[in-house]
């Protein structure tokens, strides 16, 4: 059993009300063979929401105190976003994961690249607050781009 993103197997969960789905995904969940977790609405965020940046670091910052997630009215939700983690991290181990598929960039969920905390559109290398938590215990973190290899597993 995967954990994936919500968003991906293409419930409209994202911040701004829409889906990213990714067909791989939806097949994987279709199947039995993952199981959907969306960290913000776990978190207690409605949908749509104001977008929302690590400012100062990345989700290891924001777990170790460093950092803070900050959304777009300039509100600081990051115990929220840490809320969301635990949740998320409590489904993927009931489940068994040992993988997730999440969604790039995400404050929760990028596994290679965050937005920079300015709200400028400007990518950094980081790791959202979700995937800095699943490593931590164990969990493999993959994003749509490692999406490829992953399905060929699963498929077998």
Not at 62 to 71: P, R, S, T
Request: net charge negative.
């Amino acid at each position: 059993m995967i954990v994936v993103s919500a968003c991906m197997a293409g419930l409209a969960v994202r911040y701004d009300g829409n889906s990213a789905r990714v067909e791989g995904i939806a097949r994987l969940v279709r199947e039995g063979k993952a199981v959907l977790v969306c960290p913000e609405q776990l978190g207690g965020f409605p949908t749509p929401r104001p977008p929302a940046e690590i400012q100062n670091g990345d989700g290891y910052d924001v777990l170790d105190g460093k950092a803070k997630v900050i959304n777009q009215q300039g509100e600081d939700v990051t115990e929220d976003f840490i809320q969301g983690a635990q949740q998320a991290l409590e489904v993927a181990q009931a489940a068994g994961a040992t993988k997730a598929v999440l969604k790039e960039n995400s404050p929760s969920c990028g596994s290679h690249f965050i937005y920079s905390g300015k709200f400028n559109g400007e990518k950094i290398r980081g790791v959202g607050v979700t995937t800095a938590l699943f490593e931590r215990n164990g969990i493999e973190v993959l994003s749509e781009d490692d999406l490829e290899e992953l399905l060929q597993e699963y498929e077998k």
